[in-house]
């Protein structure tokens, strides 16, 4: 299953009423994202910073990143899918380009996580566009 668009997904929180039904359905984003086969569980992939085990696969094609990801927890597979829906299938310049910081801003996200956490993300989002950085 594609994941939803950004604009999408912030439109999906903005009709929950609460943090609980928002959780839900970032968990329920990460369910839906394929698993990363476990032989790429590798030191290479494993993202530095971040409390729970978060892996990375990039395949670039055409000039167009398609990534695969992992984690061990479920509420970090759902803020991979939030970051998957930025990053996916976009080009270098693209990643470059765009706004993560406003679109964490839109998702009202960071305030309602965990700093463990939120440093987490930033150690995702980091290595995503290292990655990108190192194409442009």
């Known amino acids: 299953m594609a994941l939803p668009s950004t604009n999408?997904?912030?439109e999906d929180l903005e009709f929950f009423d609460d943090w609980e039904e928002r959780y839900k359905y970032i968990i329920e984003l990460g369910e839906d994202m394929p698993k990363?086969?476990?032989p790429l569980h590798t030191q290479e992939r494993l993202?530095?910073?971040c409390q729970s085990n978060v892996w990375i696969d990039a395949k670039i094609t055409e000039g167009v990143f398609y990534f695969e990801?992992?984690?061990d927890a479920i509420i970090v597979r759902g803020l991979l899918a939030l970051v998957m829906a930025a990053y996916d299938q976009k080009t270098a310049a693209q990643i470059h380009a765009f706004d993560i910081d406003q679109y964490f801003k839109a998702l009202d996200l960071e305030?309602?996580?965990s700093p463990t956490r939120g440093n987490g993300l930033r150690a995702i989002v980091a290595k995503i566009q290292a990655?990108?950085?190192s194409q442009l």
Request: net charge negative; charged share 15%.
């Open 69 to 71: 990801v992992e984690s």
């Open 36 to 38: 990363l086969p476990a």
């Open 111 to 113: 305030q309602h996580i």
């Open 8 to 10: 999408d997904i912030i």
């Open 47 to 49: 993202v530095k910073g």
């Open 131 to 133: 990655l990108a950085a």
